[in-house]
Structure formats: structure tokens, C-alpha cells
């Protein structure tokens, strides 16, 4: 069965930082690109980030460049989010997302956690 | 930018009637738009990709269609499951990946 589980959430004040993950199974990990996207209280759905199935390429929203790094540990199977600088505008449910694609990153997601809460 | 907007934002409709959303890009995308369901304290849940292909394990009554900057998302004699909300995504501009605001379906 696929899962994804994140943790990490929580109460930061601003200026602060957070590490989110995002633990991943029943799925090849290698073969999936991962995203996050986040959900401020009371608004849509917005993408974060990307990072290639093998690592070699990472996107971000241009709101976060700068201040956010996406990461993942092959051995894991866990993909990260690494927050920092962190502003009000960043309180949200932080939602991690395998891409569709296999070997290759098509975009959108088939598969997403359950989320989780970041205060800032 | 692309921008990406849906209507209406809030739609009221009775069970078993059917519900016509639209979603409109400021750039055309192609056929590279997907459609979620999202439910509170539920995790997205992909409907649509490619704008008309239904997702593994998504029933016949949910229907997409459109290309370039118009689409839309049909669904055929609303269940008592299917009120939440649903968001487009574009996806053919990388690496600017854009949801639309969302759409509502209530029960009317």
C-alpha cells in the first residue's frame, strides 16, 4: 500500500526554522519525483516545491526560493523540507505529494499525506 | 505568471444532479491540467490528469474535458461523498506548477 506520512509541524516563531519529512513506502522511491504543497487556513492549494526522482533537479515557488530546500534520502525513503527564515505567510497544512510520473516528472500527483501543520 | 481560476466559487447542488466546473488559464496549457478532490482534514485526491483521463479508482461519473485555456469538470448525479472541494492544476509550465482558487459543491 502507498503511504505518505509527514511530521515535523509545528509552533516557530518568525524568523525561525523547521524541518518537515516525509516518510514513503510501498513504492519504488527512486523511480517518483516528490513535491510539497501547502493549504494556508482558509485558502486554496498551493505548490512549494519539487525535486527530481534522482535528485538532479529542484524547483520552488518564488516565495520560498532562498529560504526553502527540498532534499531526499534514497536510503529513507524520506523526502524533506527545509524551512527557514520563516514568516507568518508560511503558517499552513504542508502536504507531501509523490509526482505521477516514473523516471520522469510529469507534474501532477497521485499520492499525497495526510499533511501537516506548520505555525509561524 | 500563469493564472489560474476557477468558477463559480461555490456551487449549491442537490444530490443526484449534476455539476458543471470550470477552470480557465491565463495561458493556454494544452491538455497538461489535473482535477482534485479535497475534503477537510483529507488529503488531496487526484480525480483527473491530462484533462480528460480519469485517476485509478475514480468512478465514470466524474468527467473532464477542455484543452488550451477552458476546462471543465463534470460530474454526473452527485453522491453524498462527492461535496468538497475540487481544485485545477495546470502543469505544462515548469517549474511554475499553478492550482486554481477552488470550487465549492454544497449541498443545495
Known amino acids: 500500500q502507498v503511504q505518505l506520512v509527514e511530521s515535523g509541524g509545528g509552533v516557530v516563531q518568525p524568523g525561525g526554522s523547521l524541518r518537515l519529512s516525509c516518510a514513503t513506502s510501498?513504492?519504488?522511491?527512486?523511480?517518483?519525483?516528490m513535491h510539497w504543497v501547502r493549504q494556508a487556513p482558509g485558502k486554496g492549494l498551493e505548490w512549494v516545491a519539487v525535486?527530481?526522482?534522482?535528485?538532479?533537479?529542484?524547483y520552488y515557488e518564488e516565495s520560498v526560493k532562498g529560504r526553502f530546500t527540498i532534499s531526499r534520502d534514497t536510503a529513507a525513503n524520506t523526502v524533506y523540507l527545509q524551512m527557514s527564515s520563516l514568516r507568518a505567510e508560511d503558517t499552513a497544512v504542508y502536504y507531501c505529494a509523490r509526482d505521477s510520473g516514473r523516471r520522469t516528472v510529469y507534474g501532477y500527483s497521485d499520492v499525497w499525506g495526510r499533511g501537516t501543520l506548520v505555525t509561524v | 505568471e500563469i493564472v489560474v481560476t476557477q468558477s463559480p466559487a461555490t456551487l449549491s447542488v442537490s444530490p443526484g444532479e449534476s455539476a458543471t466546473l470550470s477552470c480557465r488559464t491565463s495561458q493556454g496549457v494544452g491538455h497538461y491540467l489535473a482535477w482534485y478532490q479535497k475534503k477537510s482534514g483529507q488529503a488531496p485526491r487526484l480525480l483527473i490528469f491530462?484533462?480528460?483521463t480519469r485517476a485509478t479508482g475514480i468512478p465514470a461519473r466524474f468527467s473532464g474535458s477542455g484543452s488550451g485555456t477552458e476546462f471543465t469538470l463534470t460530474i454526473s448525479s452527485l453522491q453524498s461523498e462527492d461535496f468538497a472541494i475540487y481544485y485545477c492544476q495546470q502543469y505544462n509550465f515548469w517549474p511554475l506548477l499553478s492550482f486554481g482558487g477552488g470550487t465549492k459543491v454544497e449541498i443545495k
Open positions: 491530462d484533462a480528460s
Open positions: 525535486i527530481w526522482f534522482d535528485g538532479s533537479s529542484e
Open positions: 510501498g513504492f519504488t522511491f527512486t523511480s517518483h519525483g
